[in-house]
């Protein structure tokens, strides 16, 4: 069994070259000697990802620009994409005569007693090794300012949030409706654009543009480039462990999706004979083959006290039937509101009201308590754009006009990262041009607005305002519509 | 007893109702269900020829033109249309599915009434036989031409939509018009094709099933869609020829 470690406990900020990362670093020099053809290549790897490549230049038989957001496919695959990966490095660590028990790290940003966590692991940072040779490491395609990532500049505590997608209870939306859940939407095959799940928003999603930076986007910025990073892997590891500490949640019961559909899904990563080819049914237990992994922490000490872990952690529910649909899954939403023009996300903070209608179908119909519905999400569709002017917005639900955010907190539905957004907005053999859109359970707001008399049934407001500002003015990023659903 | 005949049909009248809720698209399928149903009716009657030609009867031709792009085109929006429909209020998302299909169908009534009536001015001048063999080629080479690949995606593209009023149906119709277009830059060689060998249910059949393997499959493989296209095709020329050398060995004697 391996164990994967947080790379902020091995080693130190003083000397953080534990053999651990000294071998990943060994490891990624050699991967990056190969030719990008070869599926074991630094290059081919990334580009699993995604790749600027044209598809007339991929090698025969490429499986590339593979990955899976925007869909409930992206924490399996993802899962499946670090297996090869971890494989591959490993074989190269044994081959360079290294230890064959490596296992990648996580790196573990979101840990309140350690706000030095949110910084750059120091192994990362310095474009050179002890021994004065280049860094494998480093990368200067980072954020340079707001944070300078490489000179240790800490990420934004928002940024690394984990308490709105761990108070998911659903894996993912009712039927394939927009709203994600926490795990991503009911998709088909889907390599970006739409709606956006839980956890892929954030941190995922701030994460990567936290590092890579937005003016200009760096290499963590792009689904294109992001694998090249190399703390992509950790970041996306403990993506990984975050999936495994959700399910491990109790009150209510987290549990992965029982639909065939899901389970059956099967992807090919990489080419040859490295590749794997697997069915997300075989990846939901790590400790058991093919994987044979573990986390060496899977608590949630961000979310304490309040979150309740289980004792112990079982992939597969006694109580769950396969096939069996949870109840938030058959909740059939229906939009009671929406704006009626775009909404510009820009430098300065941005405000649209949304007329809401008393529901007339299942939210009316259904209505644990007469006509108050049982969910209440709000959605900011189509967001597109090709040009950022902040990395992320936070996005409040009837903040008072000129009231400042931070005594609002409680009216924060949550944030609108911009990763993936250029992406989506291009219209190409992988992308349809929709843009992302988010969902956000917004139940607890309306219920807290309800109890401070702020609860208009009639008319909802929602703020925009960007986390950071990289430049006053420019940028041409909206979103296309912001509407309002009951369920 | 009656109780619980009552109850059980309690419990059928709440799954069909919560089926309906789930799937607003219900009575799209439907339509082009019946749309392939009018097809092969037709061309039972009309021995090998589902009528849709143009020709000697024009209402039965434009009929033909109507069931087909409902049948072959139509089913390829459903997830366009599921949008539409969850994007709506409640009450409207039945005349926004309505919205979204009159602007798709404009666009293809016209492309397909196009097709038909260019194919029946050519075919004749160059010969049928030729004729197919270039449409079959044209639409075996457009499954593997990049620039059919760069545009796959934008059938999936979802648009914000108003939500009540004039704009909402302006905005549901515009939809229905501009996903119309990204689907005729894709599936517009199929068409000609199907309107080269519309003797044939099974070419349209075949036609369709390449159509939606393109729009649903996770990686389609052109070069299948092609080899697909040319067989079909090839077999329905060798079939024309057989029952033409038939017809003609039959009148000899």
């Known amino acids: 069994m391996f164990e994967r470690r947080d790379v902020w406990k091995l080693g130190s900020e003083a000397d953080p070259w534990d053999p651990i990362i000294r071998w990943y670093a060994r490891a990624i020099t050699a991967l990056k000697g190969r030719a990008r053809t070869n599926p074991t290549s630094w290059r081919y790897l990334a580009a699993i990802h995604g790749t600027f490549i044209q598809r007339s230049d991929w090698p025969q038989g490429a499986t590339w620009n593979g990955c899976q957001h925007s869909s409930w496919f992206f924490l399996p695959w993802h899962r499946i994409y670090l ?30 007693q350690r706000p030095n966590a949110r910084s750059l692991p120091p192994a990362f940072r310095d474009p050179q090794m002890p021994s004065g040779d280049p860094n494998p490491l480093f990368v200067s395609e980072r954020s340079q300012q707001n944070p300078d990532i490489n000179n240790g500049g800490r990420l934004d505590a928002l940024d690394v949030e984990i308490g709105a997608a761990m108070a998911e209870t659903s894996f993912t939306g009712p039927s394939d409706d927009g709203i994600a859940g926490f795990g991503g939407p009911i998709t088909d095959w889907n390599h970006s654009g739409g709606p956006v799940g839980s956890l892929e928003r954030t941190p995922h999603g701030n994460v990567h543009i936290g590092v890579g930076g937005f003016q200009p986007p760096g290499l963590m910025s792009r689904f294109e480039t992001a694998a090249l990073d190399p703390i ?256 | 007893m009656s109780i619980t005949v009552q109850a059980v049909n309690h419990g059928i009248r709440d799954k069909l109702r919560r089926l309906g809720w789930r799937n607003p698209e219900w009575w799209v399928v439907m339509a082009a269900a019946v749309a392939w149903l009018f097809m092969a009716g037709i061309s039972r009657t009309h021995a090998s020829h589902t009528g849709i030609s143009t020709g000697r009867d024009h209402v039965q031709g434009t009929l033909g033109i109507v069931a087909m792009v409902i049948a072959m085109m139509v089913p390829l929006t459903i997830t366009n249309v599921r949008h539409v429909a969850q994007s709506s209020l409640w009450r409207r998302r039945h005349r926004a599915i309505a919205g ?47 620039s059919k690949r760069q ?103």
């Open chain 1, 232 to 487: 992509f892997w950790l970041h996306h590891a403990n993506i990984d462990r975050l999936w495994e500490a959700w399910l491990g949640q109790v009150d209510p019961d987290r549990q992965n999706p029982r639909r065939a559909r899901w389970r059956d899904a099967s992807f090919k990563v990489g080419q040859g004979a490295p590749a794997v080819t697997l069915t997300v049914r075989e990846v939901l237990d790590t400790t058991q083959p093919p994987l044979n992994y573990k986390y060496s922490d899977v608590s949630l000490p961000a979310l304490a006290p309040d979150a309740v872990l289980a004792a112990r952690f079982d992939v597969e529910s006694v109580f769950a039937e396969e096939g069996a649909v949870p109840e938030d899954e058959e909740l059939v939403p229906e939009m009671v509101g929406a704006s009626e023009n775009r909404v510009p996300l820009a430098a300065e903070p941005t405000e649209v009201e949304v007329a809401v209608e008393t529901p007339s179908g299942p939210a009316l119909r259904e209505g644990a308590e007469g006509p108050q519905p049982r969910k209440v999400y709000l959605k900011v569709e189509n967001v597109r754009g090709k040009e950022l002017v902040a990395p992320s917005y936070l996005v409040y639900v009837n903040l008072p006009p000129g009231a400042d955010p931070a005594t609002y907190e409680d009216r924060r539905a949550g944030q609108v990262p911009m990763f993936g957004v250029l992406e989506a907005s291009e219209s190409d053999e992988e992308h349809s041009g929709s843009g992302l859109t988010f969902s956000f359970d917004i139940t607890g707001v309306v219920q807290r607005l309800r109890e401070a008399g702020d609860w208009d049934p009639q008319r909802l407001r929602v703020t925009f305002i960007p986390a950071r500002v990289g430049a006053e003015q420019g940028g041409d990023v909206s979103a296309g519509r912001v509407s309002l659903y009951y369920a």
């Open chain 1, 83 to 112: 297996h090869y990966f971890e494989h591959i490095v490993r074989r190269t660590i044994v081959d360079l005569g290294g230890p064959d028990d490596w296992a990648l790290p996580y790196w573990d940003y979101n840990d309140p």
């Open chain 2, 100 to 146: 979204f299909l009159v602007g798709y169908l404009a666009v293809w009534l016209v492309v397909q009434t196009i097709i038909v009536e260019t194919w029946g001015l050519l075919a004749p001048l160059i010969g049928w036989g030729t004729a197919g063999g270039v449409a079959m080629v044209a639409a075996a080479l457009w499954e593997i031409a990049p």
């Open chain 2, 151 to 253: 545009r796959l995606r934008r059938c999936h593209r979802t648009v914000p939509l108003a939500p009540r009023g004039w704009r909402a149906d302006a905005d549901c119709a515009h939809y229905g018009v501009s996903t119309g277009f990204s689907c005729v830059m894709m599936c517009w060689a199929l068409m000609v094709a199907a309107a080269a060998f519309s003797h044939s249910l099974v070419v349209m059949t075949i036609l369709f099933g390449v159509q939606v393997s393109g729009r649903y499959q996770r990686r389609p493989s052109p070069v299948l869609a092609a080899l697909a296209v040319l067989g079909v095709c090839l077999l329905a020329l060798a079939a024309d020829s057989l029952i033409t050398m038939a017809g003609q060995s039959h009148s000899m004697h």
